[in-house]
């Protein structure tokens, strides 16, 4: 589909998806589209690592918001629906630069939405580096936001150019993600010691929470934003406050693991319950979390198995 002066396509409606290495709920977006008809380009961070292969989807690994992606995407202008995933990623190693550096590629991928006139841009954000610890649940898309390190400053300040650039736009709150295909993350980790019947230890339940969502919710959450007609922030959640023992325990049980789960009280100080309010979404975009989570960990620990995650 590329040649040498650009994106050649008679397509008059194609989906831009921006990846990073290993995001699984841009992965899974594109599928879905895929599966559905729609063209798509792949456009995987550079800065971040190699693509993993998609069928069907056109793939580029530049850095996103480059000149280079600019110039791959000529003669798009006009016809692109942007669904962006790759959010600020941080780096301990020199986070001061690499928070500079996430800030003006953002803010450059922004531009290029603009300059493109794209039809729509729905970005998605990790709804827990936006709260460090939220004063009430469950947090709706109007309480004042607190993020908790660089990456979470990064994040809200893309979205708050959000409404700057003047194009049609919808940011994404997504609750904590979890599904098959995911290999980094809270669940797969908890899945590789159950599988090993290594020991567990975790925070006291009441002071360790989280808000779970199946990518297949998210997915459908982030379709409905990019194909409305509404515009600004959107929960896409749970809206259930899951204490991350009571998941790991239940995951032992699907797992019928012999790890012992120990909830320690050590690290008193350290305090994060989340819970997401999805009110706005099921009423304004009529979407809603489908999947109980025990079903969810049951898919979630069949692929894991399948692909030897232990």
Known sequence: MFNKEGFCTNADNVYLVTSDESNFLARR??????????????INNANTGPPERIAEAEMMSVPVGSEQMSARLGGLEKRLNVIHCATPHGDERDPIKN????????????????????????????AELLFANPFELPVSETD??????????????????LPLIGLPWISARIATLYGPGQTKGIVPDIFSILTDDEPLELYRPEICTK????????????????????????????????????????????????????ETVTREFFYQRFCFSPTKAFNALGWQASIPLKAGLERTAAWLRDNALS
């Open 29 to 42: 977006v594109a599928e879905h589209l895929i599966a559905t008809g729609d063209e798509v380009i792949v």
């Open 144 to 161: 004042k936001e607190s993020p908790k390190n660089l990456a979470g400053v990064n994040q809200l300040a893309l979205e708050s150019h």
């Open 211 to 262: 808000d779970f969502v199946h990518v297949d919710d998210a997915v459908r959450g982030v379709l409905n934003a990019a194909q409305s007609d509404r515009t600004g922030i959107f929960n896409f959640s749970s809206g259930r406050e899951t204490h991350i023992a009571a998941m790991a325990k239940l995951m032992r049980r699907i797992l019928a693991s012999k790890s012992p789960i120990t």
């Open 99 to 126: 928070a500079e550096r996430d800030y003006l590629e953002q803010v450059a991928f922004l531009m290029f939405c603009k300059q493109f006139e794209a039809h729509r841009l729905v970005v998605c954000l990790d």
